[in-house]
């Protein structure tokens, strides 16, 4: 890949996901008055994040098998009160082990 | 809400990034040198969004406009965010400082600032980026480096970092509230149907994930708005 295409590539990224980000929040000062829309707001990043989870992480490893564990191992774990490394740590190793012992069977 | 509360509830996003951006060094790897891919994550700062630019730099065929619209849908949720935090930032929070801190706006630093009881601080914002932008960095910078000598199996295992932390961020508040639980399953079922429905399975990924999270969040304000002047409970009205 050209070195001119690597910079047109990244600055059409860069800015557009910069000004996504800096646009709304410099534009919006007041509060939202209406509940409706308030409490839209409060749901989307955990309908964004959850729809970005499942089903993309099935497919994020060498088999369903090992995705799957790691979603059920992950949810366990956040359930049973571990915060954001410790979770990610958990999903890892489950990965690690179910494509380790697929590798040697 | 200072400098130095930020940076310490900064840390363990910025130890997870680390982990995650490890993987999209190693992925970078196989297109790039090592500095520029380092420079994607200084620059960007999105996951889902950096590994789908990669993919289209990777493609022969990858056009300037697909970068942009690709980069538009997958990103288009921070704008959502934005609106969300501006709703909660101090009143000092001003234009200039916007500006300069927007980059710092993903989903975890996002989430956590958003859960802050008091109104989010300049300062404190500023600071809760400082590790997430580092470790996200280096991370990518030493992914890019060993990804050569790292065997497949461990780069596939850090590659479900990213989502373990998603499920962190989006279980403890299903456990507490049972509105969110609802919208985050009907999220998911959205998401599901977009993969495996013939007929809607031409959607885009980073399409899909903001109709998903559009439904979702729109229903859950329909049928369970969340109570006034409660902040640190909203979305649960189940009472």
Same mark, same amino acid.
């Given at each position: 890949?050209?070195?001119?295409?690597?910079?047109?590539?990244?600055?059409?990224?860069?800015?557009?996901?910069? %000004?996504?980000? *800096?646009?709304?929040?410099?534009?919006?000062?007041?509060?939202?008055?209406?509940?409706?829309?308030?409490?839209?707001?409060? !749901?989307?990043?955990?309908?964004?994040?959850?729809?970005?989870?499942?089903?993309?992480?099935? !497919?994020?490893?060498?088999?369903?098998?090992?995705?799957?564990?790691?979603?059920?191992? *992950?949810?366990?774990?956040?359930?049973?009160?571990?915060?954001?490394?410790?979770?990610?740590?958990?999903?890892?190793?489950?990965? %690690?082990?179910?494509?380790?012992?697929?590798? %040697?069977? | 809400?200072?400098?130095?509360?930020? +940076?310490?509830?900064?840390?363990?996003?910025?130890?997870?990034?680390?982990? +995650?951006?490890?993987?999209?060094?190693?992925?970078?790897?196989?297109?790039?040198?090592?500095?520029?891919?380092?420079?994607?994550? /200084?620059?960007?700062?999105?996951?889902?969004?950096?590994?789908?630019?990669?993919?289209?730099?990777?493609? =022969? =065929?990858?056009?300037?406009?697909?970068?942009?619209? #690709?980069?538009?849908?997958?990103?288009?949720?921070?704008?959502? /965010? #934005?609106?969300?935090?501006?709703? $909660?930032?101090?009143?000092?929070?001003? &234009?200039?400082?916007?500006?300069?801190? =927007?980059?710092?706006?993903?989903?975890?630093?996002? =989430?956590?600032?958003?859960?802050?009881?008091?109104?989010? &601080? @300049?300062?404190?914002?500023?600071?809760?980026?400082?590790?997430?932008?580092?470790?996200?960095?280096?991370?990518?910078?030493?992914?890019?480096?060993?990804?050569?000598?790292?065997?497949?199996?461990?780069?596939?295992?850090?590659?479900?970092?990213?989502?373990? /932390?998603?499920?962190?961020?989006?279980?403890?508040? /299903? $456990?507490?509230?049972?509105?969110?639980?609802? @919208?985050?399953?009907?999220?998911?079922?959205?998401?599901?149907?977009?993969?495996?429905?013939?007929?809607?399975?031409?959607?885009?990924?980073?399409?899909?994930?903001?109709?998903?999270?559009? +439904?979702?969040?729109?229903?859950? @304000?329909?049928?369970?708005?969340?109570?006034?002047? +409660?902040?640190? &409970?909203?979305?649960?009205?189940?009472?």
């Amino acid at each position: 890949m050209h070195l001119k295409d690597y910079c047109l590539f990244l600055l059409v990224m860069a800015g557009v996901t910069y %000004l996504l980000r *800096a646009v709304p929040f410099v534009l919006l000062k007041g509060k939202i008055k209406s509940r409706f829309w308030r409490s839209f707001l409060a !749901y989307v990043p955990y309908t964004v994040l959850a729809a970005m989870t499942v089903p993309a992480i099935f !497919y994020s490893t060498d088999s369903k098998l090992s995705g799957a564990c790691a979603l059920v191992a *992950a949810v366990v774990a956040s359930l049973l009160g571990l915060g954001l490394v410790g979770v990610a740590v958990v999903a890892c190793v489950t990965v %690690l082990g179910i494509d380790g012992i697929m590798l %040697l069977v | 809400m200072r400098f130095s509360n930020g +940076v310490k509830d900064g840390l363990p996003i910025g130890l997870g990034y680390f982990a +995650v951006s490890f993987s999209f060094g190693i992925a970078g790897s196989k297109l790039l040198s090592w500095p520029l891919v380092t420079f994607i994550s /200084m620059t960007n700062l999105t996951s889902a969004g950096q590994f789908a630019g990669l993919q289209i730099m990777a493609d =022969a =065929a990858g056009t300037f406009i697909e970068m942009a619209i #690709a980069t538009f849908f997958i990103n288009l949720r921070y704008s959502l /965010m #934005a609106i969300s935090l501006s709703q $909660k930032v101090a009143p000092s929070f001003g &234009t200039f400082k916007r500006l300069l801190l =927007a980059t710092g706006l993903t989903d975890e630093i996002y =989430a956590l600032a958003v859960s802050q009881k008091e109104p989010v &601080t @300049a300062r404190y914002f500023a600071g809760l980026m400082v590790l997430p932008y580092i470790g996200w960095s280096s991370g990518t910078m030493c992914g890019a480096i060993c990804g050569e000598i790292l065997p497949a199996v461990v780069t596939n295992a850090l590659g479900v970092a990213l989502y373990g /932390m998603f499920v962190a961020i989006v279980v403890p508040q /299903m $456990k507490v509230s049972r509105s969110t639980l609802i @919208a985050v399953l009907i999220a998911i079922a959205c998401s599901l149907a977009f993969k495996y429905v013939p007929a809607l399975s031409g959607v885009t990924v980073g399409f899909a994930i903001i109709i998903c999270a559009l +439904v979702a969040s729109l229903l859950g @304000a329909a049928f369970f708005p969340i109570k006034d002047n +409660v902040e640190k &409970t909203e979305g649960d009205t189940c009472t």
